[in-house]
T-cell receptor
Framework: DGGITQSPKYLFRKEGQNVTLSCEQNLNHDAMYWYRQDPGQGLRLIYYSQIVNDFQKGDIAEGYSVSREKKESFPLTVTSAQKNPTAFYLC????????????FGEGSRLTVL | AQSVAQPEDQVNVAEGNPLTVKCTYSVSGNPYLFWYVQYPNRGLQFLLK??????LVKGSYGFEAEFNKSQTSFHLKKPSALVSDSALYFC??????????????????FGSGTRLQVQP
C-alpha cells in the first residue's frame, strides 16, 4: 500500500542534542512538507520541498534543517539551536498540482528532557 | 498571504444531532479549501476539498462542506453525528494565485483546529 512512513513514533532526547526524524513516501509525490503541531496552535510549516535537491523555509524554520537527496525521502533534523523542540512533528506529501491534497504520516512525538 | 480561522476551540453535540464546525478563510485569489480529521497521536486524514464548481462538497464518512464565497466560509457539516466522529478537525487553505506568484509555495495553511465531542 502506498503511504508515508515516519520514524520513530516517539523520541526522547536530552537538551542540546541534535535529532533526526525520518520521513519516507512511496506515493511518487514530488512535494514533501514538515509541519510542527503544538496544542492549541494548529500546524505550522517548518520546511517544504517541491523537487529533489531543492527545499524552502517555511514559517518556523529556525533551529531545523532538512535534505532532499531522493524523491522518496525528506528527513528533518532538530538541532540544538531550536529553543523549544518538544512537539508533535508531521510529514506530508502531495502531487505538485496546486489542487492536490496533502497526505500525512502518523507523526513523531519528540520530547526533550 | 493566506490564512484560515476556526473560531470554536470545541464543539459539543449529542449523537444523532446535526453538527457544524466553522471555518473562515482569507486569500488574495481564489481559495482551494480542505478539511482534515485527526485522532489522538495520529496523523491527519483528508476528508474533503473544494477546488471549483458546486458549492456543496461531499466527502468521507458522511461529511460535507459548503463553500460560501461572499462570507469567505467553508463550514463542515454532518446530518447525524456519531460518537466515533469525536476528534480534532482542521480546516486548511491554499491560495491558487500562489502557484504563479511563488511557485515554491504550495503548502497548505491550517487553522488552529476544533475539537468535536459527540456525547452518547
Amino acid at each position: 500500500d502506498g503511504g508515508i512512513t515516519q520514524s520513530p513514533k516517539y523520541l526522547f532526547r536530552k537538551e542540546g542534542q541534535n535529532v533526526t526524524l525520518s520521513c519516507e513516501q512511496n506515493l511518487n509525490h514530488d512535494a514533501m512538507y514538515w509541519y510542527r503541531q503544538d496544542p492549541g496552535q494548529g500546524l505550522r510549516l517548518i520546511y517544504y520541498s517541491q523537487i529533489v535537491n531543492d527545499f524552502q523555509k517555511g514559517d518556523i524554520a529556525e533551529g531545523y534543517s532538512v535534505s532532499r537527496e531522493k524523491k522518496e525521502s525528506f528527513p528533518l533534523t532538530v538541532t540544538s539551536a531550536q529553543k523549544n523542540p518538544t512537539a508533535f512533528y508531521l510529514c506530508a506529501s502531495s502531487t505538485d498540482r496546486g489542487t492536490g491534497e496533502l497526505f500525512f504520516g502518523e507523526g513523531s512525538r519528540l520530547t526533550v528532557l | 498571504a493566506q490564512s484560515v480561522a476556526q473560531p470554536e476551540d470545541q464543539v459539543n453535540v449529542a449523537e444523532g444531532n446535526p453538527l457544524t464546525v466553522k471555518c473562515t478563510y482569507s486569500v488574495s485569489g481564489n481559495p482551494y479549501l480542505f478539511w482534515y480529521v485527526q485522532y489522538p497521536n495520529r496523523g491527519l486524514q483528508f476528508l474533503l476539498k473544494y477546488i471549483t464548481g458546486d458549492n456543496l462538497v461531499k466527502g468521507s464518512y458522511g461529511f460535507e462542506a459548503e463553500f460560501n464565497k461572499s462570507q469567505t466560509s467553508f463550514h463542515l457539516k454532518k446530518p447525524s453525528a456519531l460518537v466515533s466522529d469525536s476528534a480534532l478537525y482542521f480546516c486548511a487553505v491554499r491560495d491558487h494565485l500562489l502557484r504563479h506568484m511563488d511557485t515554491g509555495r504550495r503548502a497548505l495553511t491550517f487553522g488552529s483546529g476544533t475539537r468535536l465531542q459527540v456525547q452518547p
